[in-house]
C-alpha cells in the first residue's frame, strides 16, 4: 500500500503563487508516475502535471507557463508550484501516484483563489 500526505494550499489573490507538496510512505516502490490532478465543484477530476521516471512529462493547456512540477524520485516526493493563479484555478488538489497499474491519491488540498 502506497499512503501519500499532501500539504500546501489555501487562498490566495489572483496573480499570487502556492506551492503544493507531496511525500509517499509505506511501500512506494516501482512508482514511476507521479502526479497531480484537480477536481472543480461539478466537475470532472483532471489531470494538472505528471512525473514520468523524474521527468514532466505531462502539464495541461490551462496550466503551462504557469505551473511547474517538480520531484525526487528517490524520496518519492512530487510539488506543483503553482505561479499567476487564477480563479479558474480554484479546486480541490489531488496528489496521484501509480504502482502497477493502480492509483493511489492523497486525502485532497484546497486551493482557493480571490478575483
Known amino acids: 500500500q502506497v499512503q501519500l500526505v499532501e500539504s500546501g494550499g489555501g487562498l490566495v489573490q489572483a496573480g499570487g503563487s502556492l506551492r503544493l507538496s507531496c511525500t509517499a510512505s509505506g511501500t512506494p516502490f516501482n512508482i514511476n508516475t507521479m502526479g497531480w490532478y484537480r477536481q472543480a465543484p461539478g466537475e470532472e477530476r483532471e489531470l494538472v502535471a505528471k512525473?514520468?521516471?523524474?521527468?514532466?512529462?505531462y502539464y495541461a493547456d490551462s496550466v503551462k507557463g504557469r505551473f511547474t512540477i517538480s520531484g525526487n524520485n528517490a524520496r518519492k516526493t512530487v510539488a506543483l508550484q503553482m505561479n499567476s493563479l487564477k480563479p479558474e484555478d480554484t479546486a480541490v488538489y489531488y496528489c496521484?501516484?501509480?504502482?502497477?497499474?493502480?492509483?493511489?491519491w492523497g486525502q485532497g488540498t484546497q486551493v482557493t483563489v480571490s478575483s
Open positions: 496521484n501516484a501509480r504502482q502497477f497499474g493502480i492509483n493511489f
Open positions: 512525473l514520468t521516471s523524474g521527468v514532466a512529462t
